[in-house]
């Protein structure tokens, strides 16, 4: 009960904290095409009005109301009511972007004396908007294959050259479904890994109805094991359930454990529920069969706590979380809050770590910053 009054109270400070911002975006939009595009009537400024709000009401506001309706009745109608929504709040996003862009323009030309055409600057600003949309709506469903090299120290003969595909952040729900997870299942099974581990967010959290995915995540094949670390979404779906859901499959979920193959630790540390904080360090040691003289892979859903980690004798860490901030701008505020972890491979002495962009979304569902991936990770020895 205390649980779920908390989740009440924080959903709640997140909308109420949202909500101006979100009133503000629109209130913008409308002085913008108000701007480029002057009125000639009265009635003209009215219509605007009534359609953004229409339109911020339906699909924007309703983003929540639309995931709520889906939770409670999984079919096509109330799916693409939430997706619409989502799209309607990225589209937002990047209009608001290109119409700054717009007034950039006006602002320059101003300061040198030219005369532009502000009709056409408003046109080109909605026209790239959408396509803009288009490209992140693609980009969100077209995942690529990103292929590095790790170099681990005292990495076992069997190990060397080997493949450990890294997939983090799918959100399978309402926006990918089984269809979408089918479609991933097959492009990762024609790398043909040895390894495939899952660094949380597998499901989204929105969706209760997770037991479609039994099938898809089936198909996955590894001979040496597919290992999974729960992410904060997990906690929202309610981790029992997702455990319960993954016990009918064969991947191996490390609930704060190392599994050890082939000379290789395998570490997975799950994501603390809400309202609690969790120690990396301090749950690899209460494991207690951790070694910092054998390699090791480590599972941890967010890219933090990182100097310790990396003192602690950690070969390898792989995270997700930050999907590079989705959508462009906000992967300049990821770069600052994870401290330049929050994508890439970056290395440090005889420490590696990875953070992938992610294979779904959240909340709108495109990319503008970096694709869809699927990590393919090479092993060679130090």
Request: charged share 15%.
């Amino acid at each position: 009960m205390l649980n779920k009054i908390r989740k009440i109270l924080k959903s709640s400070a997140i909308f109420f904290l949202v909500l101006p911002s979100y009133i503000a975006a629109h209130v913008a939009v409308y002085y913008s095409v108000a701007h480029f595009f002057p009125f000639s009537q009265p009635y003209e400024k009215n219509i605007l009005i009534w359609l953004l709000f229409l339109l911020g009401s339906f699909l924007g506001f309703s983003i929540m109301i639309s995931a709520l309706l889906a939770h409670r009745w999984d079919n096509h109608f109330n799916r693409k009511y939430y997706f619409l929504s989502g799209v309607w709040v990225g589209f937002m996003i990047n209009l608001l972007l290109f119409f700054a862009f717009g007034w950039i323009v006006v602002l320059i030309s101003k300061l040198l004396s030219i005369d532009p055409s502000e009709r056409m600057i408003g046109s080109f600003a909605i026209l790239g908007a959408a396509i803009y949309t288009l490209y992140g709506i693609v980009n969100a469903f077209t995942p690529i294959v990103k292929r590095i090299n790790v170099s681990i120290n005292n990495l076992p003969k069997v190990w060397i050259g080997k493949k450990i595909v890294q997939i983090s952040d799918i959100h399978l729900g309402h926006i990918y479904h089984y269809e979408y997870m089918m479609e991933v299942a097959k492009k990762i099974n024609s790398l043909n890994p040895d390894a495939i581990v899952i660094t949380g967010d597998l499901f989204d959290g929105t969706d209760g109805h997770i037991d479609v995915f039994i099938e898809p995540l089936n198909l996955l094949k590894a001979p040496k094991g597919i290992f999974y670390a729960s992410g904060n979404h997990e906690t929202y779906l309610g981790i029992d359930k997702t455990f319960e859901v993954l016990g009918k499959t064969k991947i191996t979920c490390l609930r704060n454990e190392i599994k050890t193959v082939d000379g290789l630790q395998f570490i997975g540390v799950e994501y603390p529920d809400k309202m609690e904080k969790r120690s990396v360090v301090k749950t690899i040691k209460h494991i207690g069969t951790f070694t910092n003289t054998k390699p090791s892979i480590l599972l941890w859903h967010m890219p933090t706590q990182i100097g310790k980690i990396r003192k602690l004798g950690i070969s390898l860490m792989l995270s997700g979380h930050t999907h590079k901030g989705q959508l462009f701008p906000f992967g300049i505020c990821t770069h600052f809050m994870f401290r330049g972890y929050d994508y890439g491979l970056k290395r440090k002495g005889n420490f590696s770590i990875y953070t992938s962009s992610g294979l779904g979304t959240w909340g709108t569902p495109m990319r503008t910053e970096k694709h869809s991936e699927i990590v393919e990770i090479t092993l060679q020895k130090g």
